[in-house]
C-alpha cells in the first residue's frame, strides 16, 4: 500500500496503522527503546573492550587531558541542539494544522499545499539548522576559553593544539548530521539511529586503538592526538550513514533535507521557515537547560579546578565504569519515553480553536493517553528500584576486585576503587532521575520550565557549595564529588517528583511512588547481602577461594530477587 506521496510506508507504520493511535505510540517506543538499548550495550561494550587496550598504554593524566577534551565537545552540542531536541519532540496533532486554519484552509481536505506529516518534518528540519547555526561559534569560543585558561601541563602535551583543532572539527562535523537526526526521530526511525551510531563508535574505537598502539610501538609521543583522531571518524561516519538511510526519505515527498520555505505561508512562521511556537519552546528549555548542563558536568568542571590531572583520570576511570550501567540501560530508556510522553501528554490537545464537540470527543482519549502515561512511568520506576537494589548490594564490594583486574594494578592502587565503589550508590539516583526529568521536559508549560530554571539555580549553588567543601575545606578529593553529585540529584528528583505527583492528579491519573517499591522481603535480602559483602571484601584478594565465596553469595541474592 502506497501513502498519498507515493513513498512505500515501513512494515511497522503498517501493522500500527490498525492499533489505536496511543497503543501504536507506546509499541513503536517499546520498540525503539529496545533499539537504543542494543545500540548502547553494542557501543559501550566495544568502547569498554578498546579502552582496555588504551589504559595500557594511557597515563592518569593523559586520560584526564582526553576528558577535558571530551568534556568541550559535550558542552559545544548541548547548547547548540540540545533544547531545539526537546522542543522538537513535543508536538501536538494539531500544530501542523493550525497555520492552515489561519490561511482559512480545511486541514481534513487534501489540499495541494499542506501535507501534515510532510509539513511538520520540514519543521523540524528547518529548526535543527538552528543548532548548526549556534554551534559553530560556540566551537570556536569555547576552544578559545580552553586553550587560555589550560593548565601549563596540559599546554606541555605533545599535539596539544592539533589534538583541540581536530576536537573543533569533529565537533562541527558531527553537528551538520542534525538534520537527519530530527526527521530520523520525528518518524520514529530508531533502527537507522541505532545503525548510524554503532557504525560510528565502531570507526571511533578502531581510529582511537589504532593509532594509539602504533604510536607506542614506533615510540611516538601523540598525546591525546588519538582521541581526537577517534572523535572525526566518529562524526564523518556518522553524517555518512545519516545521508545514506534519511536522505532518500524525503524522495518525491514534499520536505527536504535542507531549509526551505514552509507552504502555506502563515503569520505563525518567521520568515515562513521557523514556527513561532516552537523557537519559544526552544528558548524557555534552553534557559533551563544552561542550569541542567551546569548540574550534569559540574563534577568534571570542579576536578578539573579543582584536583591535579591524576586525581580527574581516576575520577574519570571510576566514572565511566560505575556510569556504564546508566549509559547503557537507562539513558536509551530516557530517551525514548521522553519522546513518548511527548505524544501521549501532546497528542489530542485540542485546538483552542476547535468546536465544544471536537474537546468533549477528545476528552476521553486524553484521560486514556493520561493514565498509559502514569502506567508507564509507574512500571519504570518499579523496575529501576530492582535494579538499584542490585547495584547498592553487589557493586560497592565487588568494585575494587573488578577493577583490579580489567585496568590492572596501576589503576586498582589509586583512587579509583574508592571512587567507583561511592559511585554504585549514585547510580539509582541518576536512573530515577532521568525517568523523572523525562516526563517533565514533556508535560511543563514554559511557564513552569522557567520556574524549574529558577529552582535549578538553587541546585546549583547546593551543588558548587557542596562541591567546594569536600574538595577544598575536607579534602575529600574525587570521593567526595560523588557525594556531591548526590546532593544535587536528590534536590533535582524531589522536584521533578512533587510536578510529576501534581500534573498527574490534575488530570485525574493520580500516582503513588510508594507502588514502585519492592518487597520487604526483597529489600531485606538486599541489605542483608550487602552488609556480609561489605564485610568479607577485603579478603577478596587474600585468595580466590574468598572471591568465589563472594560471587557465590551475589549469586545467591540474584535468585532470591
Not at 46 to 62: A, D, G
Not at 366 to 390: E, F, G, H, N, P
Not at 469 to 481: C, M, R, S, T, Y
Amino acid at each position: 500500500m502506497q501513502q498519498p506521496d507515493g513513498r512505500q510506508p515501513e512494515p511497522s507504520q503498517v501493522k500500527d496503522a490498525n492499533l489505536p493511535m496511543s497503543s501504536s505510540l507506546l509499541a513503536r517506543s517499546t520498540k525503539g527503546a529496545t533499539y537504543l538499548i542494543l545500540l548502547q550495550i553494542g557501543s559501550r561494550a566495544l568502547t569498554f573492550l578498546v579502552n582496555q587496550i588504551l589504559l595500557r598504554f594511557l597515563s592518569p593524566e593523559l586520560l584526564g587531558i582526553s576528558t577535558q577534551l571530551e568534556l568541550y565537545s559535550i558542552s559545544v552540542l548541548f547548547f547548540a541542539r540540545e533544547s531545539l531536541r526537546v522542543a522538537l519532540q513535543r508536538q501536538d496533532d494539531d500544530d501542523a494544522a493550525e497555520p492552515a486554519r489561519a490561511e482559512g484552509l480545511d486541514p481534513s481536505q487534501s489540499h495541494p499545499t499542506f501535507k501534515k506529516q510532510d509539513r511538520s518534518i520540514q519543521e523540524v528540519v528547518n529548526l535543527s539548522y538552528l543548532a548548526i547555526g549556534l554551534g559553530l561559534p560556540l566551537a570556536f569560543l569555547f576552544a578559545a576559553l580552553y586553550i587560555r585558561n589550560a593548565d601549563p601541563l596540559v599546554l606541555g602535551t605533545p599535539a596539544i593544539k592539533a589534538s583541540v583543532n581536530l576536537y573543533i572539527f569533529a565537533t562541527v562535523l558531527e553537528l551538520l548530521s542534525e538534520p537527519c537526526f530530527a526527521i530520523g526521530q520525528q518518524q520514529l526511525l530508531y533502527g537507522t539511529r541505532a545503525s548510524a551510531e554503532t557504525l560510528a563508535t565502531f570507526s571511533r574505537c578502531v581510529l582511537t586503538c589504532a593509532t594509539a598502539v602504533w604510536a607506542n610501538k614506533t615510540d611516538t609521543s601523540l598525546g591525546a592526538l588519538p582521541f581526537a583522531i577517534g572523535q572525526v571518524g566518529y562524526a564523518a561516519v556518522l553524517n555518512i550513514v545519516y545521508l545514506a538511510c534519511i536522505g532518500p526519505f524525503g524522495s518525491g515527498a514534499s520536505f527536504s533535507i535542507f531549509v526551505r520555505p514552509i507552504n502555506p505561508p502563515s503569520a505563525l512562521l518567521l520568515w515562513d521557515r521557523f514556527p513561532f511556537a516552537r523557537l519559544t519552546l526552544a528558548f524557555n528549555i534552553y534557559a533551563q537547560s544552561i542550569f541542567k548542563h551546569v548540574l550534569t558536568t559540574g563534577d568534571s568542571l570542579l576536578i578539573a579546578a579543582f584536583t591535579s590531572l591524576q586525581s580527574q583520570g581516576a575520577y574519570t576511570l571510576a566514572s565511566n565504569y560505575g556510569g556504564l550501567v546508566a549509559r547503557m540501560v537507562f539513558q536509551p530508556i530516557e530517551e525514548s519515553s521522553r519522546s513518548l510522553f511527548g505524544r501521549l501528554l501532546h497528542q489530542t490537545a485540542p485546538s483552542s480553536k476547535s468546536s465544544d464537540t471536537v474537546k468533549v470527543a477528545a476528552r476521553p482519549e486524553k484521560l486514556k493517553q493520561m493514565d498509559q502515561a502514569a502506567a508507564y512511568l509507574l512500571t519504570l520506576l518499579r523496575i529501576y528500584s530492582l535494579i538499584s537494589i542490585a547495584v547498592v548490594a553487589l557493586g560497592p564490594p565487588f568494585s575494587p576486585l573488578l577493577l583490579h583486574f580489567v585496568a590492572g594494578s596501576r589503576w586498582s592502587d589509586s583512587d579509583a576503587p574508592a571512587v567507583l565503589s561511592a559511585y554504585c550508590y549514585y547510580i539509582p539516583l541518576l536512573a530515577v532521575n532521568g525517568i523523572l526529568e523525562a516526563f517533565v521536559s514533556a508535560a511543563a508549560s514554559p511557564a513552569q520550565l522557567r520556574a524549574q530554571s529558577a529552582w535549578m539555580v538553587a541546585f546549583s549553588a547546593a551543588f558548587a557549595a557542596t562541591g567546594v567543601l569536600v574538595l577544598k575545606v575536607w579534602d575529600q578529593g574525587a570521593q567526595g564529588l560523588v557525594l556531591a553529585n548526590a546532593v544535587n540529584m536528590t534536590c533535582r528528583i524531589f522536584w521533578s517528583s512533587l510536578f510529576v505527583s501534581d500534573h498527574l492528579r490534575l488530570h485525574s491519573a493520580p500516582l503513588r511512588y510508594w507502588d514502585a517499591l519492592p518487597s520487604v522481603g526483597t529489600m531485606i535480602c538486599g541489605f542483608g547481602t550487602s552488609w556480609y559483602l561489605n564485610r568479607i571484601e577485603n579478603t577478596f584478594f587474600e585468595s580466590p577461594w574468598h572471591a568465589l565465596h563472594g560471587i557465590v553469595a551475589a549469586a545467591g541474592f540474584g535468585m532470591a530477587m
